[in-house]
C-alpha cells in the first residue's frame, strides 16, 4: 500500500486530512510536534487521534529557544481582537514552522519510501501565516525537485493540501462525511481546560461550526 | 552591526564560511546541529571553533529515527571506494538534511533580525548531495520569498553559499588567509580518534590540502 506522511498538529484541519488520505488510500505516518507552543494540549490531543485512526505516529521534539512568536513566548500577550486581519501577520506567527515541518515530513518519506506528504494548510479562513498559501507550497515543491534526492532523480514526494482553497465550513462538512473524531481536536491557542474563545483559532473554529449549521463537540 | 546565522559542522567548510561572515562584517550567531551522526565528534569540534572566533553559538539536537543514511545508521556501512562518483548519491546522504538545517537557521534568523544565513555547501569538490548544488539554494530562496514572513514583508533573509563554486584547495587557501584554525576542524565521517583517511570527506579533504599544497594539520 501507498505510504503518506501526514502532519497531524491535533487542530481540525490535520485530523480531517489524516481521514481524507486515508479514504485515498493511503497508510498514514503522522508526525507529531511538540516545539515549545503554548497549547502543548494539542500533542495529546494528536496522539487520540492517530491512536484512533489506528495509524503509525511518530512524535517529534523540536526546540525553537529562539522564540519570535507568542505562541512560544509567554512574556508576550496573544492577539485577542475579536476580529483576524488576514492583511497583517500576526504575532502567533512561528518563524519558518511549517517550512520546518515539512522538511521533517519529507525527510521522513524519503526514508520510508513515501511519495505524499500531506499538510493540513489553509488560505481562506486563516490568520494570514504565509506558509500557509498556495504559493508557498508551489515554491517549496519546486525546492523539493532540485535539493532531494526523491526529486532528483524523479520519485519525488509531492506534499498535498487538501484543505488549501478550502472555507473552515467546507472542511468540516467533509471530516463530517469523512467520520472525523472532531471531539478530539483541540484548536485554541490558550491551551487551557476549554477553548478561550477569544483567540484567532477559537474564532476560525466557531465561525467555521456556524457556517456549517453544526454544534462544536469540544464546546 | 549586522546580524548573520552561520550553520557550523565543526567540518572545514562551515569554519571557513564563519571567518568569511565574520571578514563580510556580520556579528556570527552559529547553530551547531547533533542529529544522530556518527561523527558527533564534529559537534565538539564545532563549539571549540565557535568559542575560538568569539562568537554566539547554539547547539541544538534534532532526532531523525527514520535514519535513511548510513551517515546515521550503524548498521550500514560507509561507502569506502576510495574514489567518488558524484553522478550517484552516495549512501552517506541524509533526507533532506540541509532543508532542515536551513529552515532552522531561518527561523532564528527571523527571530533575531538576522538578514543572512551563512551555509558552508559546495558543489565541486562534493559527493554528489543534491541540497549542496546553486539549483537548490537558489530554489530554496525562492521559496522564502513566499513561504516566511520576511520573505512576504519584503527584508528576506538572504543564504549566503560563498563557496558553493570553489574548489576545496581554494577553499583551504580563502581560510588560511582569514587564519581559520583548520587543526580544530573534523570531515572524517567515522568520527574515531584519528581520521580514517578512506571515506568521502576524508578523501574530499586529503585532496583539497594537495591541491593547495598544504599539510592538514589534523593529520
Sequence with gaps: MKKA??????????????????????TPYCLIFEYGQRHCKEIEQAKMIARRARCHYQAM??????????LLDKKMSLPRQGKIDTKKIPSTYVPARNIIFLSFAVSYAEAIGARAVFIG??????????????????????????????????????????????????????????????????????????????CDSCLLRARGFDAAGMKDPVI
Design 121 to 198: 494548510a489553509n488560505a481562506i479562513d486563516y490568520s494570514g501565516y504565509p506558509d500557509c498559501r498556495p504559493e508557498f507550497f508551489k515554491a517549496y515543491q519546486k525546492m523539493l525537485a532540485k535539493g532531494s534526492k526523491t526529486g532528483v532523480e524523479g520519485k519525488m514526494v509531492r506534499v498535498h493540501t487538501p484543505l488549501v482553497r478550502k472555507t473552515k465550513a467546507q472542511i468540516i462538512k467533509m471530516g463530517l462525511k469523512l467520520k472525523v473524531p472532531y471531539h478530539l481536536t483541540w484548536s485554541c491557542y490558550q491551551g487551557g481546560r476549554k477553548p478561550c474563545g477569544k
Design 5 to 26: 506522511v501526514i502532519l497531524l498538529s491535533g487542530g481540525l484541519d490535520s485530523a480531517t486530512i489524516l481521514y481524507d488520505a486515508k479514504r485515498k488510500g493511503f
Design 61 to 70: 521534539k523540536i526546540s525553537l529557544p529562539w522564540h519570535g512568536s507568542s
